[in-house]
């Protein structure tokens, strides 16, 4: 297979999946891992891909990508994540979880927890937490997203505005390098806006991947969150903005 035709699938391959790491391309192309890292440095040169260590993410602003893939990808890294999200969380606070496969894990966490009050609006949350006798689970209300379970639109934020949660637990799409939380639909973003307003402490969930991507929908400011949970230390730009506004790191 020529160079010019391997980038071309490169290029298809990471689309599709939103994120492609290292080893998945060295074997799905069957090169090397140094031939890998060669193209993917020269598709983001071009701007067809975004390098990130360990792989490449789409360039798409617009598009995320498919919930089984996120649902699978980096799994690992989102349980780490999520149990350090979940041991600061006492027993018989109150939480809102939004949209976002590293929020499912987080929701799995909690289940060794006691008489929580959640209020959701993400239909995998609340069938993750469904077992639990002791919980108390809201689901906010609206228009439900086929693709991924998401519940969005301006009844879930008018819903949201209704409490006053101990912690709001959110994930994003993407983490430009100024700081801003970037997503892809803004129905979703209002209601995490709504979260962000009505939580006396915000936790940010997010894995590597999802830092220095760009999606088209301004969520907030990295400087909005009182705790930042990912999986690798962020790039130097980032943590002066997390150091300026005291925002707690947890390196899982």
Do not use: W
């Not at 108390?136 to 609206?142: F, L």
């Amino acid at each position: 297979m020529s160079q010019v035709r391997r980038h071309e699938l490169i290029v298809d391959f990471v689309n599709q999946r939103g994120f492609a790491n290292i080893e998945q391309l060295t074997s799905h192309f069957m090169v090397t891992p140094q031939t890998i890292r060669r193209d993917l440095n020269q598709l983001a040169s071009l701007g067809q891909v975004r390098r990130h260590h360990g792989g490449a993410s789409s360039s798409s602003s617009t598009k995320n990508s498919d919930y089984s893939d996120r649902l699978s990808f980096n799994m690992g890294a989102k349980i780490r994540i999520a149990e350090k999200v979940a041991s600061c969380i006492p027993n018989g606070a109150s939480l809102f979880i939004n949209i976002g496969t590293t929020n499912e894990a987080i929701a799995r966490a909690l289940l060794h927890h006691e008489e929580l009050q959640v209020v959701t609006n993400n239909l995998h949350v609340a069938s993750i937490l469904l077992p639990k006798e002791d919980f108390n689970v809201i689901i906010a209300g609206g228009q439900v997203r086929s693709r991924d379970g998401g519940i969005v639109g301006e009844q879930t934020s008018d819903f949201i505005n209704q409490f006053k949660m101990d912690f709001g637990i959110i994930g994003i799409s993407a983490i430009h390098e100024d700081g801003s939380l970037l997503d892809y639909d803004y129905r979703e973003v209002r209601v995490a806006q709504s979260i962000i307003k009505n939580s006396s402490k915000l936790i940010l969930s997010a894995d590597h991947s999802k830092f220095d991507r760009t999606a088209l929908a301004r969520l907030g400011h990295i400087s909005q969150a009182d705790y930042l949970y990912t999986d690798q230390t962020p790039g130097q730009h980032t943590l002066d903005i997390l150091t300026a506004h005291n925002v707690n790191l947890h390196i899982a």
